[in-house]
């Protein structure tokens, strides 16, 4: 299936590119509600924090990474209502 993305411009020029993972490699895609998701203080979870969460997930299942990411932000805002989605994708080649 081809078209343009969910929220993209038709008139717009965009570039594509290519890449294959290695063995055991993995790729973690998220939208951007996952780092400008906020707590009580109104601070980001932010980018770095979600390095930590990634850093530690080395090794494990898509669905154990996603999970993990979901559960540290959800702990991070705590009852603050959610400003925004949060989606999140990670594919491992075995």
């Known amino acids: 299936m081809r078209g343009v993305p969910l929220g993209v ?9 290519e890449t294959a993972l290695a063995q ?9 509600g996952v780092t400008e998701a906020m707590n009580a203080a109104r601070e980001f979870y932010g980018e770095a924090r979600l390095e930590r969460v990634l850093a ?3 090794g494990r299942a898509s669905e154990e990474v996603v999970g993990s990411v979901v559960a540290s932000v959800a702990a991070f805002v705590g ?16």
């Open 9 to 17: 411009k038709s008139e717009s020029a965009y570039r594509t590119s």
């Open 79 to 94: 009852e603050v209502a959610r400003s925004d989605d949060i989606t999140a994708l990670a594919i491992r080649r075995t």
């Open 24 to 32: 055991d490699e993995a790729l973690f895609v998220f939208s951007d």
């Open 56 to 58: 530690g997930c080395s």
